[in-house]
Every structure is written in structure tokens, then in C-alpha cells.
């Protein structure tokens, strides 16, 4: 199994995650001019994806959803919450094949099988573990804490794409008003590094082979800063880094 970020900051988020014979896209915030030289760069085409797996429907995790599906017909997978709230925002030409996960019965995609699991943001959004080739991934991004089930579904994982997204300290001087930062560090917001670093610190996490870290904000956070929290409350040895911001990352 391995992965890959397209794109990870507060204005653009898509990781593929493909096992030997599956390739699903988490998320298309993409701009439209991006996506298919963001994918040529990790050597994929549209035609190669199997799935499009969606957390929630912010901009920065939709925006190129609909220019994705005018290239050609893809199952677009989520919680039926977050499908209605995307059917209702954004026109998909007539061309959908929207499918709703069970909220109980873990869904094949493929070879790979997705659980998700309710988050805590301002809209409806889920993370998701995937399973392929006896692996696992866990994917949490856009949530003000990590659920307990969370933590506990985490504990197991090889690989982990996890938010850390404001630093605390920055935030003191950040330019954005009063009433973002309130709603960022509010239980239906982000999770700042410190929080990210305690979530590390409750899965445990001692066979993950590597955690990346995401959804930094460009103004108030720093990869260093990030990487130097998670990795006050990780396990030593495993590897860590962050997601570049808005170009293709290496596979993972
Ligand atoms: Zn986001
Ligand atoms: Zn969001």
C-alpha cells in the first residue's frame, strides 16, 4: 500500500492512496489547471482512479471535484450527510454516481476497505481508515478533537495522514480576525499542533511505519514547528514529516 499528497494546505487538499491492484483519491480540492499535471506528476492519469473518497465539502477539499468527474464518470464515495450537502452545493453537469457508506458495514472498494468515522467541524466530515495489501491507513483532517472511536480505530495503523493545522504561539500574531481563530481553535475547528501531538500520544501508534502531517496553515503554523510537537509525542523511531503545501508529495 502507499500514498501520496497532491496538495495539503488550507486552500487545496487530495492524497491518492492506492494498494497493488486500487487507486482512490481522498478529497479533490484541487484547481481545475492542476489536476491532471498534479497526478501526472506522481505518474497517474484520471482513467487510473477507481474511486474519489470525499471528507467533507469545504472548498479546499471539493473545489475540483466537478472538473475531475467532467473527465470521466468516478464513484464518488461518502457519508450520506456529507453527499447531500455536496449535491445541494455544486453542479455536477447530470454526470454522478454518487455512494453512500453503510454507517456500519466497512465498504470494498476494490481491494481496499474503507471504515469511516464522524469528525467534529463545522460541516459534516469524516475520516476514514483504508485497508489494502495487510495494511492500513488512517486519514483525520478538519476537526476541532479526535473522537475517542478515533483514537482507539487509529491505534492500529501503519500509516497516518493526520492534521496538525495552526501552532498555538502564532496564532497570538496572526492577521486573521478574531472570529476565524475563534472557530479554529473551537471544538468544530482544526486541530492545532499541540492537539495533533496529543492524539499521537493517545493511539500510540507503536508499529506505524510513518505519519505525515497536513493541512498546515501557510500563515499560522511552520513545518518545523509541527514536526517538532508530534514528535515530542511519538514513539522514537518513527518516521515523521509533512506534507508539501501545494505541490505533489513523494509516494509514501
Ligand atoms: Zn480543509
Ligand atoms: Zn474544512
Known amino acids: 500500500m502507499r500514498f501520496c499528497t497532491l496538495s495539503s494546505c488550507s486552500y487545496a487538499n487530495s492524497i491518492v492512496v492506492q494498494d497493488r491492484q486500487t487507486c ?5 480540492g484541487l484547481r481545475k489547471r492542476d489536476i491532471k499535471p498534479f497526478l501526472a506528476e506522481v505518474g497517474l492519469t484520471p482513467g487510473d482512479l477507481d474511486a474519489v473518497l470525499i471528507t467533507h465539502c469545504h472548498v479546499d477539499h471539493v473545489y475540483g471535484l466537478k472538473y475531475l468527474l467532467k473527465e470521466r464518470t468516478i464513484p464518488v464515495y461518502s457519508s450520506s450527510p456529507v453527499l447531500k450537502q455536496l449535491r445541494a452545493r455544486t453542479s455536477f453537469c447530470g454526470q454522478q454516481d454518487f455512494r453512500a457508506l453503510s454507517p456500519v458495514t466497512p465498504e470494498k472498494i476494490g481491494t481496499l476497505t474503507v471504515n ?19 495494511e492500513k491507513m488512517g486519514f483525520i483532517t478538519d476537526t476541532g478533537f479526535v473522537p475517542d472511536y478515533c483514537l482507539q480505530a487509529f491505534k492500529t495503523v501503519d500509516y497516518l495522514y493526520i492534521e496538525s493545522n495552526h501552532d498555538l504561539e502564532m496564532y497570538k500574531y496572526s492577521k486573521k480576525p478574531p472570529h476565524v481563530i475563534r472557530r479554529n481553535l473551537g471544538s468544530s475547528g482544526h486541530l492545532s499542533n499541540d492537539q495533533c501531538g496529543q492524539a499521537l500520544k493517545s493511539m500510540g501508534l507503536s508499529n506505524c511505519k510513518l505519519v505525515v502531517l497536513g493541512h498546515l496553515s501557510e500563515e499560522d503554523n511552520e513545518p518545523r514547528r509541527a514536526i517538532a510537537s508530534a514528535r515530542r509525542f511519538l514513539p522514537p523511531g518513527i518516521p515523521l514529516r509533512c506534507a508539501p503545501s501545494r505541490i505533489p508529495g513523494p509516494w509514501s
Open 24 to 28: 482512490v483519491l481522498v478529497d479533490c
Open 116 to 134: 469511516h468515522f464522524r469528525l467534529s467541524h463545522d460541516v459534516e466530515t469524516i475520516g476514514f481508515t483504508i485497508c489494502g495489501d495487510g
